[in-house]
Every structure is written in C-alpha cells, then in structure tokens.
C-alpha cells in the first residue's frame, strides 16, 4: 500500500526568506505525486502535480517541487515566502486501480510566517 | 466556474444521532470524491463515484456510513449512528472524467462535532 511521509509538523519562516517543505512517498510503481495547500475554513487547493518527465514541477504562487526517485522524495520550495503562504501543506500519492483514483495524503505541515 | 459546494458548513450532533451532509461538484464533472480529515491528519478517501456509479468505497465504514449520488450530479454522505470518533471534516471533491492526470477540485468542508 502506498504511503506519504511529511517530517515537518511545523515550520516557522520569516517574510522574504526561502522554504523547503519536506515529502517522502512510498509507491510501488511509478508514483503520481501531488501538492496540495490548505487555509483555514477552506478546500485544498492544488499547487503542483507530477505525473512523468522534467523533474523540477512548476505550480502555481511561485511553487515549484523536485522529484527525486533514488530519494523516494517530492519537495516542495518556494525562493520568498509571502506572509499570505501561511498555510498548512499537504504531499499526496495517487494509486490508480481500473477507475479508482485514491490519493493518500501525508500528515500535513503547518507554515507559520513572520513579519 | 463555480466551485465545489458543501453545505452544510458546520454541524454539531450527539452521539447516537444521524446527520447528512450534501455536495454539489463542479458542473460537468463525472467523478466525486468523499473524504475524511480528522484533526492534525491529511484527507483520508472514503467512497468514489463515477456518474453515479460506486468506484471504490473500500475505506467506508458501511455499517455506519452510506452514500448515493443522484443523476450523477449532486451527492449525500451520512452517517447513522454518529460515534465520538466521527468528528472530523468531510471533503468533497470533483473531477472531470477521474482520468489519472485529472486534478481534483475540493470543497471548503463540513466541520463535524459528536458530543
């Protein structure tokens, strides 16, 4: 069964400083691999999907994430962080059997900007 | 485009009581998703439709939780009887055909409390 690991429960940034958020999967086969971003009272919205070739993703906000399959690992990096990414972030895993779409979600990990 | 809408957007029970919670996805899509988020955990898939054919309900407690999508547009989840366990918040989701590269639109949720 696949899985996804998110190491980082929370993460404090100041304005204007870079961010790395951290995304282990475990998947059988060729993983799709998505990033989702959570505000409060809202849906998730997508930022950012992999499905297969360039490895370096480009997503929406000036997101962009690096699939690194020796690594097992989909991180999520943004150069500048802008006080409205104050988020929680969600990796995701997605699992296709016939027309079952299951995404597996990690844990999730909290953004907490500075001013 | 409208969203995905949830309704209704909080909802307080007791346990023991039945409680239902209604979704209309994104026009034209043929794919809905139910998910469960319980607090400080990622979304965990409950049941898939497919116009409104059951796809995977594998992770739905079905002695306690039921589902149907009507026409193949709007959806009900519920839940008869409530446990303590089942605070959480459901999530919606749709897409246009469930096909693997397809991204999924959520809903803003309904946030659940059993007393």
């Known amino acids: 069964a696949q899985s996804v690991t998110q190491p980082d429960i929370h993460i404090t940034v100041s304005e204007g400083a870079s961010l790395e958020l951290r995304c282990n999967y475990s998947?059988?086969?060729?993983?799709?691999l998505f990033w989702y971003v959570q505000s409060p009272g809202q849906g998730l919205q997508l930022l950012l999907k992999?499905?297969?070739?360039?490895?370096l993703v480009q997503g929406i906000k000036g997101f962009e994430a690096e699939f690194k399959r020796s690594q097992s690992s989909f991180n999520l990096r943004k150069p500048s962080v802008h006080w409205s990414d104050a988020a929680e972030y969600f990796c995701a895993v997605g699992a296709f059997s016939g027309s079952a779409r299951q995404l597996t979600f990690g844990s999730g990990t909290q953004l907490t900007v500075l001013p | 485009e409208a969203g995905v809408a949830q309704s209704p957007r909080y909802k307080i029970i007791e346990k023991r009581q039945s409680v239902a919670f209604w979704c209309n996805p994104i026009s034209g899509h043929a794919t809905l998703y139910w998910y469960q988020q319980i607090l400080g955990q990622g979304p965990k898939l409950l049941i898939q439709?497919?116009?409104?054919?059951?796809?995977?309900d594998s992770q739905l407690p079905k002695d306690r939780f039921s589902a149907e999508r009507l026409k193949g547009v709007d959806s009900t989840l519920k839940i008869q009887p409530a446990k303590l366990e089942d605070s959480a918040v459901y999530l919606c989701a749709s897409s246009p055909r469930g096909g693997r590269t397809d991204t999924q639109y959520f809903g803003p949720g309904t946030r659940l409390t059993v007393l």
């Open positions: 992999y499905f297969s070739g360039d490895t």
């Open positions: 998947y059988g086969a060729t993983p799709y």
């Open positions: 439709f497919q116009n409104n054919g059951v796809v995977d």
